[in-house]
């Protein structure tokens, strides 16, 4: 099955799958990165004391949007310039209730034991 492969397409494959796995967890390394850093700087390691946190659902918009880029289900409503122009349908976030963003919970449970 492999006899036909050469060294250096073997190399490319190797290569290949390591920028796919590291693309993959890019996220994850970032998150742990800056969440060493904001606690080596002393502040909080979720929000970095912003004391907001973005919705994960609307990804801090306030809305969520149907449509889009990778969406081809496009409403599209007549104008006078018989050209049809997209209409994206948007939704207020039911989660954030249209905010964007929630309190940290770890910067209110702090400031809830610094009162007591």
């Given amino acids: 099955m492999f006899e036909h492969i050469t060294s ?18 890019a996220t994850k390394i970032d ?3 800056s969440s ?3 606690s080596s700087l002393a502040m909080c390691k979720r929000c970095g004391d912003v004391k907001l946190i973005a919705c994960s659902s609307c990804k801090g918009a306030g809305v969520l949007k ?8 496009l409403v599209y409503q007549s104008t006078t310039t018989r050209e049809p122009s997209p209409i994206l349908r948007s939704t207020k976030c ?18 809830q034991l610094d009162e007591n």
């Fill in 94 to 111: 039911t989660k954030c209730l249209a905010k964007g963003s929630f309190s940290c919970p770890n910067c209110t449970q702090q400031q």
């Fill in 31 to 33: 998150s742990l990165i």
């Fill in 8 to 25: 250096s397409e073997v190399a490319g494959y190797c290569v290949g799958a390591l920028l796919l796995a590291s693309t993959l967890s």
């Fill in 36 to 38: 060493s850093q904001r």
């Fill in 66 to 73: 149907e449509g889009g880029p990778f969406n081809f289900n």
